[in-house]
């Protein structure tokens, strides 16, 4: 990826082929209007054989006058409406633009646009730092449904940050199917559910999230494809365990990857082309991590189709690189999915061991144990968590952990 624009412009790869194009203005650049100009080109050995048509956006920048309200659970933004606004208003959304409990109608009133949310609702994107947590969305009037625009569009980030110190209830919400529109594939949508056991009859109820989970049991998965196009399949290409609903988290531990299941406990479950069901044992985060989010890459393809990724499967790092250029009609884009989180229930606690359906959480009774048995787990007090966080964050690593009924050393291993 090649770019040009104004001083202090960035590019960061988020994947194989994504890339986030950055740039802060300062005070000095207030009311200016800045080019921005990108170009993508692609190798096949040492040649460069395809590249991108040069595509340049303008920005202009302005200053929009908001407060932002940060507390344990929400985040507030009251934007006040200047005449740029007010223009748009009709066609301003967050990047949740289809969750009717998103809309900035609610709260609006004739000067302010008002939008109250939980920290991992409304699309929030979360991002980290060494030291802090970011939640941030986008008041934005693009048209979610293009990939490019010609209009004058407005976007405002606005974000909460937090010490990674404090204590934080997230309002946890069960993650609603995912809508995409595509050409070629009309429009469709991607599931991802939790189940009680991997007969995959029943799945966990919305109301039970975060889901109460245990150590070293199995959690069963099911992601589903919807789409009115008949002849699709489904792929999943990567799975990966997270502490924060990010997939690009730097904190994370691959379950799937490239296709290929790289978790020794992961069970894969018989399937439909509209489905895929896994399964795995449950693992630990060292360090002062007590929720974990699991996010998939997907995408949808023509049934039968050799070219598309879907009929590739599993691509080890010594295979042969057989990777084609997409046939655009004939594939999706890649597309991150997430659900959770889950989070640990001690089987000490009193009258709350697996199969009681007692104590606080249950959620959904006894079968809600059954089948869910999976446990991130904090092993270490507090301040030794924060500790071992701090000064050995690059040495993150996972590890087995022993059986609930066997003894468990009381300082959990830092190496």
């Known amino acids: 990826m090649l770019v040009t624009g104004p ?15 950055k740039w802060t203005p300062t005070d000095f650049e207030l009311h200016g209007h800045f080019p921005i100009c990108f170009v993508s080109e692609a190798e096949d050995g040492q040649q460069r054989v395809f590249h991108s048509e040069l595509r340049c956006v303008t920005v ?3 200053h929009h006058d908001a407060t932002v309200t940060c507390n344990e659970t929400t985040m507030i933004i009251e934007l006040a409406k200047t005449s740029l606004i007010k223009r748009k208003e009709n066609s301003l959304h967050l990047i949740d633009w289809w969750d009717s409990s998103c809309s900035l109608r609610h709260r609006s009133n004739a000067t302010h646009l008002v939008a109250v949310m939980a920290l ?7 991002e980290e730092d060494d030291d802090n947590i970011i939640f941030k969305n986008v008041i934005t009037s693009a048209d979610p449904n293009k990939i490019i625009s010609r209009h004058q569009d407005i976007e405002i980030v606005f974000s909460c940050v937090y010490p990674k110190r404090t204590n934080l209830t997230l309002g946890f919400t069960h993650k609603n199917p995912y809508f995409f529109n595509e050409r070629g594939f009309s429009s469709f949508t991607f599931q991802f559910e939790f189940f009680e056991s991997q007969l995959f009859r029943k799945q966990i109820n919305a109301s039970s999230y975060p889901v109460q989970v245990y150590l070293k049991q199995m959690i069963f998965m099911q992601i589903e494809a919807g789409s009115s196009i008949p002849n699709t399949e489904l792929f999943v290409e990567s799975c990966r365990a997270t502490p924060y609903d990010n997939p690009t988290s730097r904190i994370s531990y691959a379950i799937i990857e490239n296709g290929c299941v790289k ?6 479950f018989p399937s439909s082309k509209s489905n895929f069901r896994f399964g795995m044992e449950a693992f630990e985060f060292i360090g002062a991590h007590e929720e974990v989010y699991i996010s998939c890459s997907v995408l949808l393809c023509e049934s039968g189709n050799p070219e598309t990724r879907c009929s590739q499967g599993c691509i080890t790092s010594d295979s042969p690189n057989d990777r084609r250029r997409r046939d655009a009609p004939a ?4 597309h991150s999915i997430s659900q959770g989180p889950l989070h640990l229930r001690h089987s000490d606690t009193k009258g709350s061991g697996p199969g009681t359906g007692s104590g606080p959480g249950t959620g959904s009774g006894p079968g809600l144990y059954l089948g869910l048995n999976l446990v991130f787990a904090v092993c270490c007090l507090l301040v030794c968590g924060l500790v071992i966080y701090r000064n050995r964050r690059t040495a993150v690593k996972y590890q087995r952990l022993p059986a609930a009924d066997s003894p468990v050393d009381s300082d959990p291993p830092v190496d």
Do not use: A, H, L, M
């Open 120 to 126: 991992n609702g409304c699309g929030t994107q979360v």
């Open 263 to 268: 978790d020794e406990t992961v069970q894969i």
């Open 7 to 21: 001083p202090r412009i960035s590019k960061e790869k988020v994947s194989s082929d994504s890339y986030v194009i």
């Open 331 to 334: 594939q999706t884009s890649r």
């Open 60 to 62: 202009s920048v302005e």
